[in-house]
């Protein structure tokens, strides 16, 4: 598999595919398929083909998470099916909402306005960085659980250190303090082994846009039989109190045509080889991670292999001010990769996706984030 089965830039070493994902040409030519079809006969559609599609859809993505059907929904992407969680869940004013220090911005600032409308109480949890053993991120959630919170919210793989969190353990120790849990599993669907319905989390949201190759605005949220007494989707429409399929699936006229074509994308994915491809995009970021620390002063953030997945993350020896100046040193080099702001240092994370990304492309990253350090006068991080 070589790029031109994307649209990538030929010329360019793309090595975030953990910010958006990149479509597959087959899957968009799906995608446009299902938009013509749509533009044929848009009552039709709309009222008859749309509902019978997306029911095989929904069916497709419950194999491919290890789901059962019943308790999964289509939403637009994770922020969309946060803030159903968010919006549904039945909090009262005083409530504590637990998340880490690492919460994605996006869930960090819907939790801070939702905190502000009904009087909430946010605690952040604070992680260690490096992490060595994902018991360490077990013992300081558990620490804050004993402030007796209504929801945790917890990542299953951390967005910017790339850390994979222990989420069984966690929910165990949440549900013993009484606490619901919702997991925002951005970046798992297509990079770990999953099974929703044995994982413990009350609810669960993933983006199938990234990993699983689907196109973008596409993305599942699983939700316990328990918790969709109280669920609803952010969007209320006319479908409302009927059913939560019903609910989910229609949020008014709109471009659903991702949803149908990620049926492809996860058809794509398993023709790359499913848990062997999943297996070989991790050992291709843990073996890029290990090249760049030996040949650099970068620290790695992660030291177990039960922390890593399809991405990796360094630490450079620059401070984190220089971010934004790393980043675009990098495109001068023609490289796409994420650097951002960690601690006192500008952290740098790679993704691995073997289906375009070899070793030669970490090789060629090294050289150039080489000339990087050498050419930058300010004061280095040790």
Not at 346 to 355: D, E, K, L, T, V
Request: glycine residues 4%; proline residues 5%.
């Amino acid at each position: 598999m070589t790029c031109s089965s994307f649209l990538l830039e030929p010329n360019t070493i793309y090595l975030n595919h953990g910010a958006y994902g990149a479509t597959p040409r087959v899957v968009l030519e799906a995608q446009t398929r299902w938009r013509h079809q749509m533009e044929r006969q848009p009552v039709r559609f709309f009222s008859e083909e749309y509902p019978l599609a997306l029911d095989k859809a929904t069916s497709r993505a419950a194999a491919f998470v290890g789901a059962i059907p019943d308790n999964l929904f289509y939403v637009r992407n994770a922020t969309a099916g946060t803030a159903a969680v968010l919006h549904s869940f039945p909090f009262k004013a005083g409530d504590r909402i637990l998340i880490t220090e690492f919460q994605y911005a996006a869930v960090t600032a819907a939790v801070t306005h939702l905190a502000k409308q009904l009087g909430l109480i946010v605690d952040v949890i604070k992680i260690p960085c490096p992490l060595n053993e994902p018991s360490e991120v077990t013992t300081h959630i558990i620490d804050a659980l004993k402030r007796k919170p209504r929801l945790l919210i917890i990542d299953h793989i951390v967005s910017q250190t790339a850390m994979v969190f222990p989420i069984g353990e966690i929910c165990k120790a949440a549900h013993a303090h009484k606490c619901l849990v919702h997991v925002d599993g951005a970046h798992t669907p297509g990079n770990l082994d999953l099974n929703l319905e044995n994982l413990g989390a009350d609810t669960w949201v993933g983006n199938l846009h990234k990993w699983a190759g689907a196109p973008k605005s596409a993305a599942i949220l699983w939700a316990s039989p328990q918790s969709q007494s109280w669920l609803h989707p952010a969007i209320i429409s006319y479908e409302y109190n009927q059913t939560l399929r019903r609910e989910f699936a229609w949020l008014g006229t709109q471009d659903y045509s991702a949803w149908l074509a990620s049926v492809n994308g996860m058809d794509h994915h398993d023709e790359l080889g499913g848990p062997l491809f999943r297996a070989n995009n991790r050992s291709l970021a843990r073996c890029a991670k290990e090249f760049i620390v030996n040949q650099t002063d970068c620290l790695a953030v992660t030291n177990s292999e039960r922390l890593d997945c399809a991405m990796s993350t360094v630490l450079l020896p620059i401070p984190s001010t220089q971010w934004q100046r790393v980043h675009k040193e990098f495109r001068s080099h023609n490289i796409e990769v994420y650097t951002f702001p960690l601690r006192d240092r500008c952290g740098m994370r790679i993704s691995a996706y073997s289906a375009y990304n070899t070793m030669d492309d970490y090789h060629k990253l090294t050289t150039a984030l080489k000339a990087i350090v050498s050419t930058y006068r300010g004061p280095k991080v040790v």
